[in-house]
DNA sequence: TTCGATGCAAAAGGTTTGCATGGGT
DNA sequence: ACCCATGCAAACCTTTTGCATCGAA
């Protein structure tokens, strides 16, 4: 759960600058508040946004996600290269951290242990050695099976 | 460049199991072997074949794609998540190796070096460990500059 | 009152599919 | 001759865009 108090910055973050806090990205942000640590894609936000109030288009969905991508409010996760899926930027956490995908329950865990990531920031300065390629982002997906699903099989 | 007997065995390969060697599967076939190393969008792979032979069609090199996907000698990789990119697969290298993505010139550059891949594996066994997840696939990619384009800045 | 945000519908762009025809084997 | 593969065009699906209207400040 994203702490009260970054949760009410945010918001007020998004009155600012010339924009406007309309009661449709308040419901957008009130969806992802309330499905912290999951990964939304467009269509479940859309879902969730046309149950909390009818007034509500994809376009606009789309237009506001877009927006608190900019914002650094959302991270755009390429779970399948169908669609997009988002989840909330902690921002005391590294972000664009690794991620597993359990291919049975579709499942996805954000991977923040830090010696792991502490682990891969040596990787990354291999790479740099070896390849003499300045990293500046990274974008790690580990496909297999959760604890639940390995233990059912 | 890959083997040339790996590239027979991989001609032979259609030909079998009820498939047929036609000159649209051999085209494509020609144009991945000449880009050996290269990340191909399917657009690509489509133009390079009308250069070759004008009957081809984007249906058909899709479908192609597809069966050698599942013939195991081509690996989809998702530089961006708007098309596709394909690699030819190099039967004694890390399948799924990562990748380096400049965000300048777009090269992509294919990462296997054996002490990178070393400790990207002992990562892995990390996540194994801290987050009871068995990973059977990994797709990593690092967006950043390449060497070249890095100089010119 | 102003001007950014919304909703609608159309467009865009990549990929898939159905079906008649072509061409390996 | 058989039947898999191809080409065409239409369908699909997600995402983007243009524009008139709405509504937050």
């Given at each position: 759960?994203?702490?009260?108090?970054?949760?009410?910055?945010?918001?007020?973050?998004?009155?600012?600058?010339g924009?406007?806090l309309?009661?449709?990205?308040?419901?957008?942000?009130?969806?992802?508040?309330?499905h912290?640590?999951?990964?939304?894609?467009?269509?479940?936000?859309?879902?969730?946004?046309?149950?909390?109030?009818?007034?509500?288009?994809?376009?606009?969905?789309?237009?506001?996600i877009?927006?608190?991508?900019?914002?650094?409010?959302?991270?755009?996760?390429?779970?399948?290269?169908?669609?997009?899926?988002?989840?909330?930027?902690?921002?005391?956490?590294?972000?664009?951290?690794?991620?597993?995908?359990?291919?049975?329950?579709?499942?996805?865990?954000?991977?923040?242990?830090?010696?792991?990531?502490?682990?891969?920031?040596?990787?990354?300065?291999?790479i740099?050695?070896?390849?003499?390629?300045?990293?500046?982002?990274?974008?790690?997906?580990?496909?297999?099976?959760?604890?639940?699903?390995?233990?059912?099989?």
């Open positions: 759960m994203l702490p009260v108090t970054t949760q009410q910055k945010v918001i007020r973050l998004l009155g600012q600058n924009h406007r309309t009661s449709q990205k308040q419901t957008v942000l009130k969806i992802l508040f309330e912290d640590r999951s990964h939304l894609t467009v269509e479940e936000i859309y879902g969730y946004a046309k149950e909390e109030s009818s007034r509500v288009s994809i376009a606009t969905i789309y237009k506001t877009s927006f608190l991508e900019q914002e650094n409010v959302l991270h755009k996760i390429r779970i399948d290269n169908k669609r997009n899926c988002y989840e909330l930027i902690h921002p005391n956490e590294p972000e664009g951290h690794p991620h597993c995908i359990c291919t049975k329950c579709c499942k996805t865990i954000g991977i923040v242990d830090e010696s792991v990531i502490r682990m891969l920031s040596v990787c990354e300065q291999a740099k050695v070896h390849y003499h390629f300045q990293i500046n982002l990274q974008d790690i997906l580990y496909y297999g099976l959760c604890e639940e699903c390995r233990k059912k099989s």
